[in-house]
């Protein structure tokens, strides 16, 4: 089974970009469609976006369209999510999950890194 470390977050002035990275170890990492999740303080944890195991789709959370973008390289096992346009309610723990596939349909993610915290002052 994969293990997922993220990496990347910090403290940015609204307004400001980010890349945060997300790096496998383990079993064949472009067997893994990953996904970005985030949880604020006081919330449930919500979807960012996603890329599929070749990086030939992605997919965006309505709030982060056009300002995050996805994608990933997986000669290095790692997956980044670019964020540009922060704003304050960006603020939160992002962290990184994997899914597989069982006779081509895709499991739940099921395999979640430690989290990093992003920081979006105003």
């Known amino acids: 089974q994969v293990q997922l470390v993220e990496s990347g977050g910090g403290v940015v002035q609204a307004g400001g970009s980010l890349r945060l990275s997300c790096t496998a170890a383990g079993r064949t990492f472009s067997s893994y469609d990953i996904g970005w999740f985030r949880q604020a303080p006081g919330k449930e944890r919500e979807f960012v976006a996603d890329?599929?195991?070749?990086?030939?789709?992605?997919s965006y959370a309505d709030s982060v369209k056009a300002r995050f973008i996805i994608s990933r390289d997986n000669a290095k096992n790692t997956v980044f999510l670019q964020m540009n346009s922060l704003k304050p309610e960006d603020t939160a723990v992002y962290y990184c999950?994997?899914?597989?596939?069982?006779?081509?349909?895709?499991?739940?993610?099921?395999?979640w890194g430690q989290g990093t915290q992003v920081t979006v002052s105003s």
């Open positions: 890329i599929t195991r070749n990086g030939g789709t992605t």
């Open positions: 999950a994997a899914r597989t596939y069982v006779y081509l349909t895709p499991t739940t993610f099921y395999v």
